[in-house]
């Protein structure tokens, strides 16, 4: 007894398509020629030349507001000193909700996954949208793992973050 083949139509009708495709293309390879009617004229390195300095039309991280979406808040400031042993390298502000009583006495866990972030600028300024109102801690570091927490008399300070409001952490000397 025989058995009948059945072929695949998918690979058949790519096939085709490529077949008919070039046909409707002419033939590879082919080239056009073009005539230039008018040539545009190059002008000449002295009347290009110019000492003046341009000022780019791009917003620097200082200019960049911190606009929060509606439902949320956000955050900006300045690094004003680094630790000794993080200058050069790209630090990250980290918001670390906080969980605690009225008395501020509580926990905050970091998890830079999914707590609001954004790396810090070469010149130390920081801006921040859309993060959600609630009370936080600053954490501020070149990994979450080494990062350090805003702090005074050695205790963490929590920030409010209100809907609709920009909170301006000032000059922050780690």
């Not at 390879?29 to 005539?35: F, G, K, L, M, S």
């Not at 000794?84 to 905050?108: K, M, S």
């Not at 996954?113 to 954004?118: F, K, L, Q, V």
């Not at 070149?142 to 973050?161: C, G, H, K, L, Q």
Request: contains cysteine; negative net charge; proline residues 13%.
């Amino acid at each position: 007894m025989q058995r009948s083949r059945i072929l695949p139509i998918g690979p058949l009708l790519l096939a085709l398509s490529l077949i008919l495709g070039l046909a409707a293309c002419g033939t590879p390879n082919a080239v056009e020629p073009t005539t230039v009617t008018n040539p545009t004229p190059v002008p000449s390195p002295e009347a290009t030349a110019t000492t003046e300095l341009m000022e780019s039309p791009l917003p620097t991280a200082t200019s960049l507001p911190a606009t929060p979406a509606a439902g949320f808040g956000g955050a900006q400031g300045l690094v004003a000193s680094r630790p000794a042993g993080w200058e050069g390298q790209e630090l990250t502000i980290f918001f670390a909700p906080f969980v605690g009583d009225e008395n501020d006495e509580g926990i905050f866990v970091l998890e830079p996954s999914i707590h609001p972030s954004t790396p810090i600028s070469p010149d130390g300024t920081f801006h921040l949208a859309n993060i959600p109102p609630g009370k936080y801690v600053v954490v501020i570091g070149t990994e979450p793992e080494s990062a350090v927490a805003i702090s005074e008399n050695n205790r963490p300070i929590i920030y409010d973050v209100l809907e609709g409001e920009i909170l301006d952490l000032g000059a922050i000397n780690l």
